[in-house]
């Protein structure tokens, strides 16, 4: 039996790939785990039998025998626990991989989100033209101290691990924001977890389920 | 060799405990770890000695042998892995208890934090009257769905556990918002958290650091 995932029926971002259920894909794609996707529309989201799987009634959710997991982070830092591939051998580089994974949810993920959700839903509002720039400093500021720390380095502390598939998906959300092209050394890290194999598998396998939905 | 770690040289809630040095302090109580406390200012935070500590310039790091560690999501969880007293022995509650610490961070601390800097910073915005109850009924809606994920149970999923300590820690921000009185039960369950004598312990430490520095 392969686990099985949630993932939304209907793509928000059209296919982009920016749900959280991504993550959770690329994780199991590095690590070579297939699984299974359960589609929720956005009302069987709320309703008793997914809220008993996820409390706040959102995606993605794991299930695996008899463990039900919410939370994408610990989803993913789960399999990382169990498969090769995402965690490193020795133990204080393990530690450290995970602060990344926390580092991506806590600290670049909150402002991140903050001014996608003003660009999304903010636009006609009084207060937008002023906030913008505030939102965006915010960003810059975390995006200045992750180049910084990145230096010339392929990923945040040695080899691949699940904290930089963390990060690279909570950057991806600034696609749009133009705000990656202020820096190219942040955009080229992105670029390299967007071409791994596993990224692009993943990739496809949530693309296919908005090019299926709209077809029909 | 006791582990070290960072906290304000100068607390910005005048010792109420809602830096992220108090999650640290409250888990090494809860597992018996002594600890030292290296307390640095907000000048200092942002200088090379600690950003190879912390690369985003904050508190708390932690320091242990040769591992240096940030994000104090991170920082409980490795003391939780090496220590009795904070996750489940089973390996599916213990995975859960991890769920909820991301739930804690990722899910519940955004809109609360949100909430909380609008309260400090945009007070005398124009656009503070109309976005106060919007950040306000994104925390209610938060709370909601904790509370009926509660029930009448005293802690999150069976014993308390590090999922309940972040959580707690995170909704203890929401003091000076007036939500909690909203939501009876959840007021409750921080006030068990609060109630715990590790939490007294750390909560005690943080509040000498400003009383003595408040006194000199």
Redesign the interface.
């Known amino acids: 039996m392969h686990p099985t995932i949630t993932a939304f029926e209907s793509s928000p971002d059209r296919g982009r790939g920016q749900a959280r259920d991504m993550r959770v894909r690329w994780a199991l794609e590095e690590v070579g785990q297939p699984y299974n996707v359960r589609l929720v529309s956005f009302k069987a989201m709320k309703e008793p039998a997914h ?1 008993v799987l996820h ?4 995606i993605p959710t794991y299930e695996d025998g ?10 993913v ?2 399999i990382a626990e169990r498969h090769a591939g995402l965690l490193p051998d020795d ?2 580089a393990r ?2 991989a ?2 990344w ?3 991506a ?3 670049l ?2 402002p991140v ?2 001014l996608g959700m003003a660009m999304l839903f903010e636009r006609d ?3 937008y033209a ?2 913008l720039p505030m939102l965006q400093d915010r960003v810059r500021v ?1 995006l200045g ?2 180049s ?2 990145l230096g010339a380095a392929d990923w945040l502390d040695g080899a691949f691990s699940a904290g930089d598939l963390m990060m690279v998906t909570v950057l991806r959300r600034l696609h749009t924001s133009g705000l990656l092209d202020e820096y190219p050394d942040i955009a080229a890290y992105v670029a390299r977890g967007e071409a791994r194999p596993a990224f692009r598998r993943a990739f496809d396998a949530q693309l296919a389920v908005f090019t299926a939905a709209s077809r029909s």
């Open positions: 809220i409390p706040f009634g959102q008899t463990l039900t997991l919410f939370e994408s982070g610990a989803i830092l789960h133990a204080n530690s450290r995970i602060a994974m926390f580092a949810l806590s600290t993920e909150p989100v903050e509002r009084s207060w002023e906030r975390r101290e992750l910084r720390r």
